[in-house]
């Protein structure tokens, strides 16, 4: 019997493993030009991602922001609210994050959990749920108008490989705290969430503020596309910068500079 093939082996629906790095870091490269031009000319901009649990937005996050600064591309994953965040204004706690000059704010799940999580559990009213997407597309406007670039991804996970996923999850106790009772619960409410997102994008998806749904039954391509897609929305050329140079260290007052600590060596190199 033939071995398989090893390149075919690492082969996911058409796109290798080789082929998917060398992309990525072709995109990422892209993405460390883009970081210095918003620098360069003080942009701000704010990206959103949503959709179902398990359709890939940590990962897509990951590789957009694997190469670049935490302090230009600030990802934002806020907890559940505390009592003191319930009582003020909806959008009060998301505003903080808000991205300065020069600045990035990718939102890993966004102030539409109001019409998504907290409508399908019932954690708000439907009054509140009904306030906030008839509300939606005129506060995104403001924040537009403001000098702010508004992006948003929503993920579309199928229900076999979300199913595929997250019985992966269970069986990995290196994955196992990506599986929430929450997450369980939303898996069980699946038609609830695809009506709940349909309502949302219809009454959210405006001319200023639109959404880009991203397929993402195969989580490697749909890096590739957003991170591409993602590029095409910020025009970036080429920031100025000075070649750096390292300077001749000075010796004057030179010394033994190993860190030692009285009664205590380096802990054990295993490795």
């Not at 579309?156 to 199913?163: A, I, L, S, T, W």
Request: glycine residues 6%.
């Amino acid at each position: 019997m033939a071995k398989p093939d090893k390149k075919e082996k690492n082969t996911e629906n058409g796109l290798s493993r080789k082929d998917y790095e060398k992309e990525l870091q072709r995109l990422q490269a892209e993405l460390c030009r883009l970081q210095d031009w918003v620098k360069f000319k003080g942009l701000k901009a704010i990206i959103i991602f949503e959709g179902r649990d398990a359709a890939g937005k940590g990962g897509t996050i990951r590789a957009i922001t694997e190469r670049v600064s935490p302090r230009v591309f600030r990802v934002i994953a806020l907890p559940a609210p505390s009592d003191r965040e319930k009582s003020q204004m909806y959008m009060q706690r998301y505003m903080a994050h808000f991205p300065s000059a020069g600045e990035i704010t990718i939102f890993d799940r966004s102030w539409y959990n109001r019409a998504g999580v907290e409508y399908v559990m019932g954690f708000c009213t439907k009054a509140q749920h009904d306030g906030f997407v008839e509300k939606c597309a005129e506060m995104e406007r403001y924040i537009v108008n403001s000098g702010i670039i508004l992006i948003k991804y929503w993920m579309e996970v199928g229900q076999e490989e979300q199913e595929r996923r997250f019985a992966a999850r269970i069986k990995d106790p290196l994955r196992q705290w990506k599986l929430s009772p929450m997450d369980v619960e939303s898996y069980a409410r699946w038609y609830e969430y695809s009506r709940a997102r349909d309502i949302m994008l219809k009454a959210t998806d405006s001319k200023h503020a639109p959404w880009y749904l991203v397929r993402s039954n195969n989580k490697k391509k749909a890096r590739l596309n957003c991170i591409t897609h993602l590029l095409s929305m910020i025009p970036y050329g080429k920031a100025p910068k000075e070649r750096t140079k390292l300077p001749k260290r000075s010796t004057r007052d030179k010394y033994d500079d190993q860190a030692t600590l009285k009664g205590r060596t380096f802990i054990p190199e295993k490795y």
